[in-house]
T-cell receptor
Framework: GENVEQHPSTLSVQEGDSAVIKCTYS??????FPWYKQELGKRPQLIID?????GEKKDQRIAVTLNKTAKHFSLHITETQPEDSAVYFC?????????????FGAGTRLAVHP | DVKVTQSSRYLVKRTGEKVFLECVQD?????MFWYRQDPGLGLRLIYF???????EKGDIPEGYSVSREKKERFSLILESASTNQTSMYLC???????????????FGPGTRLTVT
């Protein structure tokens, strides 16, 4: 079955620096790749997603890139701020039958220090 | 705003007890999911449902069952709780019917279950 590996497990940066989180997936038929952010004590929330027909997507300070050949995708956060501190989860899915069965990575705990 | 609620934030049960976790969504979503979240393991799918009375196994269904009698409600059942089921349980729902497109999952606040 699908497997998603996520690195690093923890990431510590200074405010204003960039942060990059990388994920690889195993099923070449996967076609949808969302990223969820979970702040401490809160529920995960979708922050950005990308479909397999797109190589890059940007939304203000966050961007996601996808390399289908290598089967990996990455989250880039620029000009990090303390409120970016959270656990980030990547996921992959193969959409079928009208629902997304997401396979999540293990998560990356990002700490942004003022 | 989509609202997904779970019946309890914290629950303590004894080994062997039958445990019910309930999830309710108010946005007429087709799909509902149950995950467990453990440190270093991310979110692992237990079961999901894409319609009333329909259910599909996720990646770790052993020891669990589910029930979806109404569209808005999805229950997770631990038939005989064991200590290795101590975890955070998250419910989610999504609109569905968007093959190839975004199908954002909206999560509930979670239930932290401790089995002693």
């Amino acid at each position: 079955g699908e497997n998603v590996e996520q690195h690093p497990s923890t990431l510590s940066v200074q405010e204003g620096d960039s942060a990059v989180i990388k994920c690889t997936y195993s099923d070449s038929a996967s076609n949808y790749f969302p990223w969820y952010k979970q702040e401490l004590g809160k529920r995960p929330q979708l922050i950005i997603d990308i479909r397999s027909n797109v190589g890059e997507k940007k939304d203000q300070r966050i961007a996601v890139t996808l390399n289908k050949t290598a089967k990996h995708f990455s989250l880039h956060i620029t000009e990090t701020q303390p409120e970016d501190s959270a656990v980030y989860f990547c996921a992959a899915s193969k959409v079928s039958g009208g629902y997304n069965k997401l396979i999540f990575g293990a998560g990356t705990r990002l700490a942004v220090h003022p | 705003d989509v609202k997904v609620t779970q019946s309890s934030r914290y629950l303590v049960k004894r080994t062997g007890e039958k445990v019910f976790l309930e999830c309710v969504q108010d946005m007429d979503h087709e799909n509902m999911f149950w995950y467990r979240q453990d440190p270093g393991l991310g979110l692992r799918l237990i079961y999901f449902s894409y319609d009333v009375k329909m259910k599909e196994k996720g990646d770790i269904p052993e020891g669990y069952s589910v029930s979806r009698e109404k569209k808005e409600r999805f229950s997770l059942i631990l038939e005989s709780a064991s200590t290795n089921q101590t975890s955070m349980y998250l419910c989610a729902s999504s609109l569905g019917g968007l093959a190839g497109g975004r199908d954002e999952q909206y999560f509930g606040p979670g239930t932290r279950l401790t089995v002693t």
